[in-house]
């Protein structure tokens, strides 16, 4: 089966949209693929509630700035505070186009596979309770290279 | 023939710049080369003048903003309000280095086959009339799969 | 043995150490990695003082608003003039995290072939002279194709 993979360092609404585009057509085309997130990717994964206070304050402050879950996504361009996200939203309901919530959920049941780079978890402020719950795996760098080598599509978001 | 892949997701200069040249490279080196334009890559195709004006509101509001045709682009840093790609481009054009408009078209009679990519034109307001004439498919992700597992290249910009 | 490029465009200190991390996990696993440095990410490989003061003016300004060095380079999000990179490293290391300035001449000692594109060298105002001394090899676009279409992993950051 051939493989894709996609890193997803970004947490920009709109590239996150364009990765999940992709992971879900290569999934429907039959391809066994494979994403995983770090730095800002990682707020794709975050709950919408954070769990853990026992951070420092340099953490405390970075999340309080740094918003998770996919309904708090900004924008790479025209973020101007969130009306950027409030009218992409609009724009997209009007074009029956999926949301980010709605293309994590329909990339799941495709068998995406949902790897959280352990790596980068700490800096960001993040604990596995931090994040949903149906992530498939937590995992570093080397088991991103051992899927990647294998793949015939490899981007990074 | 070994085959490329570009997904042009950003619109800005700089990067545009870098995704020709590779494209442009790859098609010189002898390779079949596809660049699928999505979201802010749309702008590249735009053409200066829009034609369409029966939009709605929150369509026409962000046309304003988001100004389009290879002259218009911003820099992914340093863009100044525009200074920025001023700087850029008269140090471009001491190093002779060919432009976005020069790239493209310099791309397209080697042959690099140009995509603009259906699920994202509606949401960045644009209709076909929109786009400049020598585009050579409108197709989503399903095509772009389909190219990108038999490339040797899939890059991301 | 299998190979993998990495374009490394931006100069955002958080992209630059995924590609970085990226970079490492390949050749430490056993594959052939090449790291091509254009455009921000010639920031990298600059040295902390700029030499040639015989450039023209549009140069020197651009040279002092982009600062060069691994202990300069900006984060893609958060930057706050500053205050974001200072918080990451805190973070960085408080997780025992390498630095870029680690993570670069641990890739070098892991083989790690770095190159420095000469196309866009002038159009960011440096010279040979203003680049570390340990750069493998100046190159531009064509030598990249070659590498990257007998790759198994191709990466643009």
Chains 1, 2, 3 share one sequence.
Do not use: H
Not at 99 to 126: F, H, W
């Amino acid at each position: 089966m051939d493989k894709a993979t996609i890193v997803v360092f970004s947490g920009d609404m709109d590239k996150v949209m364009a990765a999940f585009n992709i992971a879900v057509g290569a999934a429907s085309s039959g391809m066994e693929v494979t994403m995983l997130y770090t730095f800002w990717g990682l707020n794709i994964l975050r709950k919408d509630k954070m769990g853990s206070l026992s951070k420092g304050i340099l953490q405390r402050l970075f999340t309080l700035l740094n918003k998770g879950g996919t309904e708090k996504l900004p924008m790479s361009r025209f973020n101007m505070f969130g009306m950027g996200p409030w009218m992409m939203k609009k724009l997209m309901k009007r074009y029956s186009m999926p949301s980010v919530k709605e293309l994590y959920s329909t990339a799941k049941q495709l068998g995406v596979k949902m790897i959280a780079c352990t790596i980068t978890m700490g800096v960001m402020g993040l604990g596995k309770e931090d994040l949903v719950s149906d992530i498939d795996e937590f995992a570093g760098v080397i088991t991103y290279i051992k899927d990647a080598r294998e793949s015939k599509i490899n981007l990074f978001v």
